[in-house]
């Protein structure tokens, strides 16, 4: 079989976008995802409204035409899902990239694992497109695994007149908290800070500070989660170890890289900020013809790049194969 031209690991936005481009520069691609297509957009509140505008989200030379200035989860569903189709773009879904190795007449070949057993890709090129939001964030106490204590919120109907923790101080906790509290849940807020994270959406935080004042949402600020059990957390904070009463919990701390994948494939990372070895101007990685795109530059600071100041990384990425490859041969051509 006739090696790629590029290899997408990852269909999320930022993997569409780079398929998209490389589709218009006539290169032959193809999306390989672990999951369903947009599977981070998925998993996010499915209420949710996005803080950025339509605009700054569209990709591909496709207008985001809806009458909203802010497009909400399930259009931005619809969106991609329209790009992907507009592009006509290739996609293996529910097949995870296990290896990513040089092979030995260049390029690289890449093994995958699906329902349907192993399988070997050769591609002149790679691009890593994973994003971080396949790995929340752990606590690491006893019982965080419980069937009651969730890393990703949805929505809060399930919860009206329980007893519900939410732990952490930024965007995630307190909109899952404001949300459960009107849908009513009796929450606790359980944050290893003196205070909301000064980072919360402007409009966010001055709603969850005075919920606070008022005594409609509980919080416990420079607390920490020692252990869950069924139908408490446990927290040490300022007044010693508490014991919370709690139906149903949910730790809301962000997310981080999957920096395994990129360390297997051999990129070098930054073992105090994840941060792998990356030409912010080609998106090129530190192992010639393997580009990393979208958040997975950013490591543990997941906070700086988004969807819509990464939307370049396609065209760089094409532009770069383009230049780099044009007297190259083609493993398998």
């Known amino acids: ?14 993997g569409i976008a780079i ?6 520069a006539g290169l032959d691609v193809l999306l390989v995802d672990r999951g369903p297509l947009t599977a981070a957009i998925q998993d996010f509140p499915t209420y949710m409204t996005f803080f950025t505008t339509r605009e700054r989200l569209e990709i591909a030379g496709l207008p985001f035409t809806i009458p909203e200035e802010k497009p909400d989860r399930r259009q931005a569903l619809a969106y991609y899902r329209a790009v992907a189709e507009h592009h006509r773009l290739p996609l293996a879904l529910h097949e995870e990239v296990v290896t990513v190795a040089a092979a030995a007449g260049g390029g ?22 994973t994003g971080y939001f396949g790995q929340p964030r752990r606590l690491d106490v006893p019982g965080e695994d419980l069937p009651a204590v969730h890393a990703r919120y949805r929505e809060p109907f399930a919860h009206a007149f329980e007893r519900v ?20 849940a009796r ?25 606070i004042a008022a ?12 252990e869950f059990r069924a139908g408490v957390v446990a927290i040490a904070g300022p007044q010693g170890v508490e014991q919370l009463p709690c ?9 981080q890289p999957d920096v395994d994948l990129l360390r297997r494939c051999g990129v070098t990372v930054d073992p105090e900020t994840l941060e792998p070895s990356c030409d912010l101007e080609t998106c090129e990685s530190n192992v010639p013809g393997l580009y990393l795109a979208g958040t997975i530059q950013a490591g543990r600071d997941t906070g700086r790049i988004f969807i819509e100041n990464s939307r370049d990384h396609g065209g760089r990425i094409v532009r770069h194969l383009l230049e780099r490859s044009t007297d190259a041969p083609v493993p398998g051509r």
């Open 215 to 226: 005594g409609e949402i509980a919080a416990r600020f420079e607390a920490r989660v020692i």
């Open 108 to 129: 690289f070949q890449v093994t995958t694992r699906s329902a349907a057993g192993e399988r070997q890709r050769a591609a002149r090129a790679v691009a890593l497109a």
């Open 187 to 211: 929450v606790t807020l359980v944050h290893r800070g003196a205070g909301i994270k000064p980072t919360v959406k402007y409009w966010l935080k001055p709603d969850i500070e005075n919920r």
């Open 1 to 14: 079989m006739a090696a790629l031209d590029l290899l997408v690991v990852g269909a999320g936005p930022t």
């Open 247 to 255: 139906d149903a919990a949910y730790v809301l701390i962000g997310y």
């Open 165 to 184: 923790v939410v732990v952490g101080g930024g965007n995630s906790a307190a909109e899952a908290a404001l949300d459960l509290w009107r849908a009513g």
């Open 19 to 24: 398929g998209a481009e490389a589709r218009r």
